[in-house]
């Protein structure tokens, strides 16, 4: 019973940073802020569904750890380079 | 009620890592410009999440004896990936001219960034 309580109070402590996260997402001033509270809530998507399975005594979720980090870090690498330099991949005939 | 010392060493590095992320989401909050904040997001968030990552891989091989290769993986992408993303961000960020905080009393790359950079282009 305990053991439930404190995954239930985890979930809470992460699902109020996720909260401080979108507030950072909606007010934040430049769009770095945005990319850089985005890829937070993807992290901290990561560690939910990790205590969610936790929770739940089950495996069927360790496939979503890893594609959520996978996902969530492509994102980030493509905003930045879109804001950077205005396009994500170069082409070759730029130079 | 907590039956072995498998949940309490579960719950132990679940809790934490949970308060850890739960401090740096204030950081993000309460930070002034985005270089303080990258720290808040970067740093101490991967710690919150490798502390949740390794107490749900030891609860799964203490209490099931499963011991899940998929979250290793997990954990080993999120250490590797996360730094790289920040320093993505900053980069953009000071590229794009996202001015420091008026409390800062130095930049150190300003001076390289006007001679070398703004000079290729």
Redesign the interface.
């Known amino acids: 019973m305990t053991f439930e309580i404190i995954m239930i109070v985890s979930l809470c402590l992460l699902t109020l940073s996720i909260l401080a996260n979108i507030y950072r997402v909606v007010k934040g001033p430049s769009s770095a802020d945005r990319i850089q509270a985005l890829d937070a809530i993807g992290i901290n998507l990561i560690a939910s569904i990790a205590v969610f399975s936790v929770l739940l005594h089950t495996h069927a979720f360790f496939d979503l750890i890893l594609l959520i980090g996978i996902l969530s870090f492509v994102g980030t690498v493509a905003f930045a380079r879109f804001t950077e330099r205005g396009m994500v991949i170069k082409q070759k005939d730029e130079g | 009620?907590?039956?072995g010392s498998d949940?309490v060493i579960?719950?132990l590095f679940?809790?934490a890592?949970?308060?850890i992320?739960?401090v740096?989401?204030?950081g993000?909050?309460r930070l002034p410009d985005?270089y303080t904040?990258?720290h808040a997001?970067s740093k101490s968030?991967?710690l919150?999440?490798l502390s949740?990552?390794v107490?749900?891989l030891l609860?799964?091989l203490i209490s099931e004896g499963?011991f899940?290769i998929?979250?290793i993986?997990?954990i080993f992408?999120?250490f590797l990936?996360?730094p790289?993303?920040?320093h993505?961000?900053?980069?953009?960020?000071y590229?794009?001219g996202?001015p420091l905080t008026e409390k800062s009393i130095e930049d150190e790359l300003k001076k390289y960034y006007f001679e070398n950079e703004l000079s290729k282009k």
């Open positions: 009620m907590l039956h949940e579960a719950a679940i809790l890592g949970s308060i992320v739960f740096s989401a204030i993000i909050i985005v904040r990258s997001a968030s991967t919150g999440v949740t990552l107490g749900t609860y799964f499963y899940s998929r979250l993986m997990g992408f999120v990936t996360a790289v993303a920040a993505l961000i900053a980069r953009s960020a590229r794009n996202v």
